[in-house]
């Protein structure tokens, strides 16, 4: 993360707490019922958090967790759901779920590629969704903008959390749109599309979720 944001985060005053994580709904906390408690859930395109899923996952220094397969076996795992961590489509519906069953808990989903192309006006929506001002929604889209974050993570820094992701995970990608072509093949991108349609068929995404999809 930007240390300067860092920073305005570490400095916030009251009992507001901003926490980021990876997890799916199961494993949040309880509190998120008893109190009102704001979501915000970012999407991005399949087969791209694929590709940067798989080049993240074959940089990572320790055996334990690094994949050490080819992207057709990566490929594979995920269709079949039996990837660590589980799959993309495991935690899209995970959360289409919780959504559908939780109605009062409040979450606001982002699509990554509008971030990317519009960030000024998906920031405005999101102070409205917060309740906070949108004044200066074009300077934080600077701020927050993938470069400045990235070229944060990769200056020097005493910061444990940093340094080690910086050395041992590469966790800064390129955060390209439609990467996925440089990975998939005709064939490979033709069997997940029919896995898609099967997988989301048997949910309600086609009503909520899956406008933030593509």
């Known amino acids: 993360m930007n240390t300067k944001v860092d920073e305005k985060l570490q400095a916030i005053v009251g009992p507001r707490r901003i926490i980021t994580s990876h997890l799916p709904p199961k494993f949040l906390p309880e509190d998120i019922f008893r109190k009102q408690v704001k979501l915000v859930y970012i999407m991005r395109n399949s087969k791209d ?15 334990t967790v690094r994949f050490q397969g080819t992207w057709e076996e990566f490929l ?7 990837y ?29 590629e509008k971030l990317k192309e519009q960030p000024a006006d998906v920031i ?3 102070c409205r969704f917060l309740g906070q001002p949108d004044t200066l929604a074009e300077q934080i889209a600077t701020a927050t903008s993938f470069d400045n974050m ?9 910061d444990v959390f940093e340094t080690f992701f910086r050395e041992h995970v590469g966790i800064a ?13 005709v064939d490979q991108s033709e069997r997940f599309n029919r896995a898609f349609e099967e997988k989301m068929a048997r949910s309600e995404l086609g009503n909520s979720l899956r406008k933030y999809i593509y």
């Open 124 to 126: 405005r929506d999101l």
């Open 76 to 82: 594979e795992l995920q269709l079949a759901g039996e």
């Open 49 to 63: 958090t694929l590709v940067s899923w798989y080049d993240m996952a074959s940089k990572y220094e320790q055996d």
């Open 150 to 158: 990235k070229a944060g993570t990769q200056k020097k820094s005493k």
């Open 84 to 112: 660590l961590w589980g799959s993309w489509f495991e935690h899209v519906l995970a959360w289409e779920k919780f959504m559908s069953d939780n109605p009062e808990v409040p979450v606001f989903v982002a699509q990554y």
């Open 173 to 185: 990608g390129k955060g390209l749109v439609k990467s996925w072509k440089t990975k998939f093949t």
